[in-house]
């Protein structure tokens, strides 16, 4: 679990991948290797993942079901790179949807301008998922994909989820998960942990980045524990609903 550790010496850290590292030094870390991935982002999630993460993507936004129509209705993609989830809500939202695009990766942010240059009703700003520099109750919706797990404290994100949502307003988070199909979990463990780090040498230049973000996702937590820490960050009516056998997650929550 990607949360902070404590040693006999009172030093905070943090896991980064299946190392310990300072938790004050984690972010440098992970923008870092964001840096390093941005050019090859999109075409590295499509190898990596056969093409799924746009299925689930999907269902992130189907479950999200926004409001149609010109009622103003506003989500905040964190961590949302290269749009991937931004775009898919404007898409299937009505006329008075806006959607606001926050990364704490420079690298990230300039990829998804690229992409989405004539995007209407979309804002990116850079900042960090833990300090959300945005007033409370400023959103209806918080969506979050495959960002939570590189977060250095993961508590304290889902606290600012909580603080910039309105009283009714819905968070979503996909994210890799554990496994829970059998022979599945081996055949996953085995392409992940192997092919994955190559196909990062091959495509992009880089096997210890994507051999850091197949790390990440062990650590990560499962389904139950990730529900209970949504719970406890003030969320009320938490589900989740497993994709391809667990490979992936979707966990839902309410500020009610």
């Known amino acids: 679990m990607a949360t902070d550790l404590k ?27 964001f840096a390093r991935v941005a050019r090859r982002y999109d075409l590295m999630n499509d190898l990596m993942s056969g093409g799924f993460h746009r299925l689930w993507k999907d269902d992130l936004i189907g479950w999200l079901a926004p409001a149609k129509g010109p009622h103003p209705y506003a989500l905040l993609d964190v961590a949302g790179g290269t749009g991937d989830i931004a775009s898919r809500f404007l898409k299937a939202s009505g006329s008075g949807a806006r959607a606001v695009i926050c990364d704490i990766s420079a690298e ?34 918080y969506a979050i994909a495959f960002g939570m797990r590189n977060l ?40 992940s942990m192997n092919a994955i780090p190559v196909l990062g040498a091959l495509v992009a230049g880089d096997s210890a980045s994507y051999r850091y973000l197949v790390e990440s996702i062990r ?21 989740y609903r497993n994709l391809t056998g667990g490979i992936a997650a979707i966990h839902s929550g309410w500020r009610l």
């Open 7 to 33: 040693h006999e010496s009172g030093e905070q850290e943090a896991n980064f991948g299946f190392a310990s590292v300072a938790a004050e030094a984690k972010q440098g870390f992970v923008n870092q290797v």
């Open 108 to 141: 990230m942010i300039e990829a998804g301008r690229v992409r989405m240059e004539e995007a209407e009703r979309l804002a990116f700003v850079r900042g960090n998922a833990e300090s959300l520099p945005f007033a409370s109750r400023s959103f209806d919706a």
């Open 219 to 239: 650590r990560f937590p499962d389904q139950k524990s990730f529900m209970g820490m949504i719970e406890n960050a003030g969320f009320e009516r938490v589900r």
């Open 152 to 191: 250095t404290r993961q508590d304290a994100a889902l606290a600012e989820a909580f603080r910039v949502l309105k009283p009714g307003g819905r968070f979503l988070c996909l994210e890799f998960s554990a496994v829970e199909t059998p022979l599945l979990d081996t055949l996953y463990d085995a392409y």
